[in-house]
């Protein structure tokens, strides 16, 4: 390549050059571009995703709320219903249980289950929507029942004390007092329940008379016993104490003038505090003369045993459980206010969903 041809590429060269540059220039700032949108569309695709899951998360709660309502409540109707498809006040009892729900901890779902569980235990539609439903919810609030548990309490107290409806709270109010006073529930429910029928046979029966007998088993309890013992002991004590021959020969036993009188003149047994206050009587006497008595009267055992703690406690023990349940708060109020001082974000995550389950169905239709 002589001069001449020299010169001219390299005057080509430096005029091509800008232009190659440029050219450079533009692939590099396009790649740049393409890198940038490909980590958008990377992080895009992650926040989908993640947004996706918490979108899932978010809704199977409601979802799943949404089913188990609809299970209790086609459960709560199979149970209402009779051999003609009729399911008498399933409205009005699915109501109480909106109510219930509105008021009180738990899902519609809970107390749906807790009038199912209160219909296998032949609790009437009348009762339930009359008391019985909504004392088991006050109590199963108080206690941290589960509803049907609660349920299954306030059904067995109702046959064993033969509470009327409108009581049933009141009933409910003297467990619950007796309960925080260190007296289990379940242990007055066996009581109850064990001496359920001989309760029906002297008449001792609704809501005033088992308020009067609660503190006497409450103080049997509180002193050692269990309620199974309790109520077996109190069953057969009255079998006893209305056995005349007895009755006489444990008087024959005491001092002149001085007379056990547990029944009043038409035959009745005498109140539970005038029957505690006649007992009370022999806690002066001596031990020998003592136990020949209650073992007359009893026949001795565990019965004997329990009659002998009675005379004990007697009646200052009696008045003094009496007047501590004065001091609890009434059923309704206590377990309202108990639910008003839990801050929300502590309350129960079945609470917390509650009014969402239950407007679910309004939203999307029942089947």
Known sequence: MDTMQFALVLTAFDKISPVVRNVQNRFGALAERIDKVRDVSERFGRSTAIAGAASAAALAKPIEAFAELEDASVRLKTVMMDKNGAVGAFEQVNALAVKLGDRLPGTTADFLNMMSKLKAYDITDASILGGVGEAAANLAVLLKMAPDGAAEFAARMKNATGTVDRDMMGLMDTIQRLNFMGVDSTEMMYAFGRSGGALKTFKIQGLEATKALAPLYAMLVKGGLSGETVGTGFASLLSNMADKTKLSKANALLAPGMKLELFNK??????????????????????????????????????????????????????????????????????????????????????????????????????
Request: aromatic share 4%; hydrophobic share 30%.
């Open 266 to 367: 038409d035959g009745q047994l005498k109140p539970m505090r005038d029957l505690v206050a006649q007992f009370d009587k022999l806690k002066n006497l001596d031990p020998v003369r003592l136990n020949a008595i209650l073992k007359t009267l009893t026949g001795g055992g565990q019965d004997q045993q329990m009659l002998a703690q009675v005379i004990t406690q007697g009646l200052d023990g009696y008045d003094k459980i009496v007047e501590s349940m004065k001091n609890r708060p009434i059923c309704r109020s206590a377990s309202t206010r108990s639910w008003a001082r839990l801050p929300t974000c502590g309350r129960p995550r079945p609470a917390r969903s509650a009014i969402r389950s239950r407007r679910l169905p309004e939203r999307w239709g029942r089947s």
